[in-house]
């Protein structure tokens, strides 16, 4: 779900069960909001790899 909100686009999403890199996330998108359920089966290296997959690489203030 894409949302505007005071000149910031926002994407939130949630219940990926761990296919987060199959997710298409727009480039224009300034938040993202993940909103639960990213892994299914709750072991440590599921969620490692979520945490890694969206770390921050390049950010434009």
Known sequence: ???DYK???LFAFSDTHGRHR???IPQSVNIL???GD???D???NGL???SRHYI???VSV
């Open 42 to 44: 709750f072991h440590e």
């Open 33 to 35: 909001i993940c909103a």
């Open 38 to 40: 990213v892994v299914s």
């Open 56 to 58: 921050i690489k390049d």
């Open 22 to 24: 199959d997710l298409i």
């Open 48 to 50: 490692e790899d979520f």
């Open 7 to 9: 000149g910031k686009r």
């Open 1 to 3: 779900m894409i949302l």
